[in-house]
């Protein structure tokens, strides 16, 4: 697991933030990947105020094959190499703001059947220090310590309350104050408040959403549950308490501000 190794302080008033926006799942590649509304994803961040903390969550492109499945290989747009050259051209305009880059089950396709680490290859080419299965970011509000744990994910959670059950007894051993998860296409934030030896402190579990569109795609195909795309933006004030920023596919008038 790869850990920060330089600490970021930020001295905020009461009312201050700092933006956290986990972004993941992206599918770049596949034909039912929504590039406007990613596009809208990384335009709602760069418009915020306060300094910004981005973490990609794995998934980014599709490197689908035959071997998983024909239909998810014949949905593909573009090979790998046009992939990453969008997904870093999609990127550019935030690329000083990402902290880390973890693996998803995409990339770690083509790691198990070409011994080829396109994570590691992005990360390397976006100057991301932070890279791997798993990633804990640290940072300091106000001589505060936040922690912030990164991890594609694995598995299927049918629902949302079995999706934060999940992340929670998967990261049991895993000290963090916000854990991000991927995979499961869900968008949520969930806290818990635990006792310390310093007194309450609250632990976030945050649903990272998804960038595919439903119609015509494996999901309706198999006639599973309609997750429109979605992502979140979190805050962390002065005080140290965090609030989050849902954004829909189908709730935000995004489309007439392409």
Request: with cysteine; proline share 2%; charged share 25%.
């Amino acid at each position: 697991m790869k850990i920060t190794e330089t600490i970021d302080e930020y001295k905020l008033k009461k009312r201050e933030t700092i933006n956290i926006m986990p972004i993941g799942d992206l599918h770049i590649g596949s034909k039912h990947s929504n590039h406007d509304f990613i596009k809208y994803a990384i335009r709602s961040l760069k418009k915020r105020k306060g300094d910004k903390r981005i973490y990609l969550m794995g998934d980014l492109v599709e490197v689908a094959s035959k071997k998983v499945g024909d239909s998810v290989f014949k949905s593909k747009e573009m090979n790998v190499n046009e992939q990453v050259e969008t997904l870093l051209k999609v990127l550019k305009p935030v690329k000083s703001h990402i902290k880390s880059i973890v693996i998803g089950n995409h990339e770690k396709r083509v790691a198990d059947d070409y011994n080829f680490n396109i994570t590691q290859f992005i990360a390397e080419q976006m100057n991301i220090n932070l890279y791997g299965f798993q990633t804990i970011d640290s940072f300091k509000i106000n001589n505060q310590s936040f922690s912030i744990h990164s991890y594609h994910g694995k598995g299927a959670s049918k629902y949302l309350y079995t999706a934060y059950s999940k992340v929670i007894r998967e990261t049991y051993h895993i000290d963090a104050d916000m854990f991000l998860y991927g995979h499961l296409h869900q968008l949520g934030h969930y806290q818990k408040t635990v006792l310390t030896p310093n007194g309450p402190k609250k632990k976030h579990y945050v649903l990272t959403g998804h960038f595919l569109d439903y119609d015509g795609s494996y999901a309706e195909a198999a006639n599973m549950e309609y997750r429109p795309e979605s992502f979140m933006i979190l805050t962390i004030n002065g005080e140290m308490r965090v609030d989050s920023i849902f954004f829909y596919s189908d709730e935000r008038s995004w489309c007439n501000n392409k």
